[in-house]
């Protein structure tokens, strides 16, 4: 549970349960079992990418980086740089994971259709290649990082967990997919601030090392803004109801503490970023849920 980080697993679960439960408001359909199994592939698959980001940092040096740079806050499970697990076990529990999600995928794909292993294999590819070579795109700089989260940690699950539903594409869902999947593309976002200097000695090129903190806390800011735009287009569009408008406030707590920062900060000026982040991607993805469900039953 340590090593793959699993106190963040929500945000990969709450958009499969967003996915599910539009599937039953819009469809009335709703297969018990075939959302379970959802659920479990998804999550190991997330447990996954956690542990192949840290088994490909630690092979890239940036973890050593981070640990060697004063100031600087790991966000790494620290079971290889601290020698809890051998190179060898890490590996195995990490792939392990892994074979648990593609037998999922595989299974699913028997009973919804071919284009649940379509996504599966959409979302190991990038999860393996954010951080391995040769593309190791989530140290590029350029935004594909981002772009990659807010596949994998919204569009993909949200629409996902719908067609293994329904076998089909609802607009909806894709729709769905943008509040929560950008508020999970800023948690991400926001952890580079912990050790963008170590990422830049390691030659890891977030947006944040690319940009500078300035810049990158304007994106920031730019990102919470949008997720709660979306969310408020999914009631204009009717992929939520009106009374989805109640997560709104969850945005409060994390803008407050953007008024906190300065335009350089040290590392542990943003754990509390971090944390309300996480906080308010959890609060309004659960009132996201409330909703869809109170829609579905009255």
């Not at 092979?59 to 966000?75: F, H, K, L, P, V």
């Not at 040769?134 to 990082?145: H, L």
Request: charged share 10%; hydrophobic share 55%; with cysteine.
């Amino acid at each position: 549970m340590k090593a793959s980080r699993i106190q963040v697993l929500p945000v990969m679960l709450i958009p499969v349960a967003l996915g599910g439960l539009g599937a039953y408001v819009w469809n009335g359909t709703f297969h018990p079992l075939l959302f379970i199994l959802t659920l479990i592939g998804a999550g190991t698959a997330h447990l996954f990418s956690n542990m192949i980001n840290d088994l490909w940092d630690y092979y890239n040096g940036t973890d050593a980086a981070a640990q060697a740079t004063e100031g600087a806050i790991s966000t790494n499970s620290g079971y290889l740089t601290k020698g809890t697990w051998s190179l060898r076990t890490f590996a195995a529990v990490t792939w392990g994971l892994f074979a648990i999600a593609a037998i999922c995928g595989v299974i699913l794909s028997i009973y919804s259709g071919w284009l649940v292993l379509v996504i599966g294999i959409l979302g190991a590819l990038i999860a393996y290649f954010y951080v391995a070579p040769p593309i190791q795109f989530g140290y590029r700089g350029k935004g594909y990082s981002e772009v990659a989260i807010l596949l994998s940690f919204g569009v993909f699950p949200v629409v996902g967990a719908y067609f293994v539903q329904t076998s089909i594409i609802d607009y909806r869902a894709i729709l769905l997919s943008l509040p929560i999947g950008l508020l999970t593309t800023l948690i991400l976002f926001n952890h580079h601030f912990l050790h963008w200097q170590a990422d830049r000695q390691a030659g890891k090129r977030t947006l944040v090392v690319v940009w500078g903190e300035r810049r990158a806390l304007v994106f920031s800011r730019l990102l919470l803004a949008l997720a709660y735009l979306t969310l408020v287009l999914c009631v204009l569009t009717a992929a939520l109801p009106i009374y989805a408008l109640l997560a709104l406030p969850t945005a409060i707590p994390l803008y407050s503490v953007y008024g906190r920062l300065n335009a350089h900060n040290e590392s542990p000026a943003y754990l509390p970023l971090m944390g309300a982040s996480l906080k308010a991607t959890i609060r309004c993805g659960i009132i996201l849920i409330l909703c869809l469900f109170l829609q579905g039953i009255i």
